[in-house]
């Protein structure tokens, strides 16, 4: 191979790995709860000031009455991981703890998820801008219903998402509200 050609296809491949790199993008997530009174539970600390969290718990204190809304603005394929017993009161090791999941899965290693949802008529994997997910539970290993949504780069947890927000403990977790902007 002449030297032109080792310096394209070197070029080429950068090229192809800054482009992969560069695709990710940051998105808008809004609140999950369509009500008032849903709060910010925990953020990068249980309940705020307990072990290691970096992912927002929001709950407004009821079990199955609300809307588990999609909390990405725009379209965006919700791939569902279901298979877990309706539940308020949570200790369960249903797919590994997180319970009836939606997974959003970007690029550069990049998902967004939302965990201890339990389902009803509107469950199931499909492609929707912030429509109802299930409802607002406990399934899997949590304490109480509520909405857990982190951003993980290859399996390992970001709080940048929702810190570049302001969102703290005690913030509003209201549907039309903006809690982050996680990478995808």
Partial sequence: MNVKMMMFAVAVVVMGWAGTASAQTQRTAYGPICDTAARVGSTTYYSCSGSSHTALDMSNG?????????????????????GCANNCVGGTTCNGGAGNFYVVTGSAGWDFRQLHINSNASSGSKTCDRCALGLVGSTGNSSGAHVHA???????????????????????????????????
């Fill in 62 to 82: 009821t079990c199955s009455e609300w809307n588990h809304r999609a909390m990405l603005a725009g379209n965006f394929y919700y791939a569902y991981n279901g």
């Fill in 150 to 184: 982190d951003n993980r780069q290859y399996g390992t947890r970001s709080s940048s998402w929702y810190t570049k927000a302001g969102t703290t403990c005690g913030s509003s977790a209201y549907c039309s509200n903006i809690v982050g902007y996680p990478m995808l």
